[in-house]
């Protein structure tokens, strides 16, 4: 078994390395000119976010880009709070309200009615609580001029409400995802990316048939949208690499909540088609599996203890240079010895939601889906 976890290890690590060395190779520079401004529609899905959605509207109302240039629509997915009340606060913002109780794919159907209502070229999706910086589009733009593209998966960060183990380990957990989405995507190796920062050209997203496929699924927004754009504009999808463009988006407050959280998200892992992400999150859960497994094998063998501990020492080092390197990106401060403290955590939260979150239903903004 200790020769299994030490060949696995090597693979992850192997794994990591690439991931690492890719994101490092990614521009942070952007065009020197602006050769053209694009007209934006930005679209929010939003379903009971009475407590966030004002904060956004402001946001989005106070970007730096020309407004005459911006189109922001809300479309309310039956929300039973008072959403849409507060949206119609704001008569330069279009809001259109629908219910989509009926079948799981209630998000995509929001961003379908959204997309056919756009009137302007380029399609922007962010999540209605989080907030966009007031460069956000100037950025993008300007990042649009770098070469041919239908699809921009850009950046995004959690807003640091707290300090507790909770927000420390959803903010480590998702700066590594957003390493390996950044190396993923500009590497051209295979798909990943947040709805809450994606930009795409209208007419591509009518080219690969929008959700249609994965429209019974209650994820895939995101990153199985993105897969059809890899597999229809193979070369034309990029990673933003700025933090003028970074999207700033609310963490899971309770522990049931991130649960339910990622069981909705893993939902879709079996609808990837990329072999190397498939092999990539094959590889990473059994190495979670086996080294757990002779971690607890420890205290009835003793004689290996120095050689697991040595592999989560080598784990977590091999980890923390990505988060150091997307950090300093992000121009966020980070801390070896809480992310150190947390590998445990992160190896059970992997694994309980890989073997024990698909099929599982879940809870979603009042809705029970299965």
């Not at 990329?274 to 979670?288: E, V, Y």
Request: aromatic share 12%.
């Amino acid at each position: 078994m200790l020769s299994l976890v030490l060949l696995l290890f090597l693979l992850y690590f192997l794994l990591l390395a690439n991931y690492t060395y890719q994101w490092s190779r990614i521009p942070s520079t952007l065009p020197p000119t602006i050769k053209q401004q694009r007209r934006f529609t930005v679209l929010v899905p939003a379903r009971n976010e009475e407590n966030n959605i004002g904060a956004l509207l402001e946001a989005v109302q106070g970007l730096s880009y020309p407004r005459e240039l911006i189109e922001i629509i809300v479309i309310d997915d039956g929300s039973a709070d008072q959403t849409p009340t507060l949206v119609q606060q704001y008569p330069s913002i279009q809001l259109i309200r629908q219910n989509n109780d009926e079948g799981p794919g209630g998000k995509k159907k929001a961003i379908e009615a959204g997309v056919l209502a756009a009137r302007h070229e380029w399609i922007l999706t962010i999540d209605a609580d989080s907030i966009p910086p007031s460069e956000w589009i100037t950025t993008l733009n300007t990042f649009l001029d770098r070469e041919e593209m239908v699809c921009v998966v850009g950046p995004v960060s959690l807003i640091q409400s707290g300090q507790n183990m909770l927000q420390a380990f959803q903010r480590y957990n998702h700066l590594m995802f957003q390493g390996i989405t950044g190396a993923a995507i500009e590497s051209g190796q295979h798909a990943l990316g947040n709805g809450a920062n994606l930009c795409y050209r209208k007419d591509a997203f009518e080219t690969v048939g929008g959700f249609q496929g994965i429209d019974q699924l209650a994820s895939g927004d995101d990153v199985l949208l993105i897969e059809k754009f890899m597999n229809r504009f193979p070369g034309q999808i990029h990673f933003l690499k700025s933090s003028q463009a970074l999207v700033k988006t609310q963490p899971c407050p309770t522990w049931k909540s991130l649960w339910q959280q990622r069981v909705r998200w893993v939902s879709k892992a079996g609808r990837y088609k990329n072999r190397q992400l498939l092999f990539t999150q094959w590889a990473t859960g059994l190495f979670n599996v086996v080294l757990l497994i002779n971690s607890l094998a420890c205290f009835i063998w003793p004689s290996e203890w120095r050689t697991i501990l040595a592999i989560w020492g080598f784990k977590s080092i091999t980890e923390w240079l990505l988060i150091r390197f997307v950090a300093a990106a992000y121009r966020e401060r980070v801390y070896f010895l809480p992310f150190l403290l947390l590998q445990p955590v992160h190896a059970v939260y992997l694994v309980a939601v890989g073997l024990l979150g698909r099929g599982r239903k879940y809870a979603w903004k009042g809705r029970t889906v299965r």
